[in-house]
């Protein structure tokens, strides 16, 4: 089975705080991809970063990072000194080599940054 | 820089209504995607279209749905007869040979039926 969990459903922080959203696949493919996109209350959706399955490295993005780890199965995803700007929806994605056709999205985390 | 586009940003229509959403896909681009996301869900899988014909459909996309690329630049949903379920944001993506998996993702339509 293909399938993206996001056990966050909503979260809330102060701004000036960290805050890391979580993100879980399946997939039995050895070659795919794996996304971050943001949706702010307007609805469209921000394309945030791009990983395939063969490289590990983290990333770093200004006060974004992600951490893709392969053994878990999991590509969190932290800011650091949340914004008010930042408050959206994230979506984790999937794009798996036997499906190249579709990209599998989890459920969302609502993110909302208090001033 | 390139971008995907679609039209219109909101419809409204009648129950019942045959509604089309149309795209203009990134011009180099070769393969297309609908995707829809009902409001406060994850956004869904619809349809796939390559070289001018479906290569991957889910099980939402049944025979109300059908696209088509009527011109060169232009790629199409259409519904119809809607239903009030049919109420969603839909969203057209487009991909390159080169790197096919890469979808860009337009802005939206909006669509409301009442």
């Known amino acids: 089975a293909q399938k993206v969990t996001q056990a966050q459903t909503e979260i809330s922080v102060v701004e000036k705080e960290d805050v890391t959203l979580d993100c879980v696949y399946e997939?039995?493919?050895?070659?795919?991809?794996l996304f971050w996109y943001k949706q702010p209350p307007s609805g469209e959706l921000v394309f945030l970063i791009r990983?395939?399955?063969?490289?590990?490295q983290n990333e770093i993005s200004g006060r974004y990072s992600w951490n893709f780890q392969k053994s878990t199965s999991s590509f969190n995803f932290t800011i650091t000194a949340s914004q008010v700007v930042d408050s959206a929806v994230y979506f984790c994605?999937?794009?798996?080599?036997?499906?190249?056709?579709?990209?599998?999205f989890g459920p969302g985390t609502s993110l909302s940054v208090i001033p | 820089e390139p971008e995907v586009t679609q039209t219109p940003s909101h419809q409204v229509t009648q129950m019942g209504q045959e509604v089309i959403l149309r795209c203009v896909p990134i011009?180099?681009?070769?393969?297309f995607y609908w995707y829809r996301q009902i409001l406060g869900q994850k956004v869904e899988f619809l349809v796939s279209?390559?070289?001018?014909?479906?290569?991957?459909k889910s099980e939402i996309f049944d025979d109300q749905f059908s696209v088509e690329r009527p011109d060169g630049s232009n790629f199409t949903l259409k519904i119809r007869s809607t239903k009030l379920e049919d109420s969603a944001m839909y969203f057209c993506?487009?991909?390159?040979?080169?790197?096919?998996?890469?979808?860009?993702f337009g802005p939206g339509t909006r669509l409301t039926v009442l």
């Open positions: 990983r395939n399955s063969f490289d590990e």
């Open positions: 997939t039995r493919d050895t070659t795919y991809y």
């Open positions: 011009s180099n681009h070769l393969y």
């Open positions: 994605a999937l794009n798996p080599r036997t499906s190249y056709d579709k990209v599998i």
């Open positions: 279209f390559y070289n001018n014909e479906i290569s991957e």
């Open positions: 993506a487009s991909s390159d040979l080169s790197s096919y998996n890469e979808q860009f």
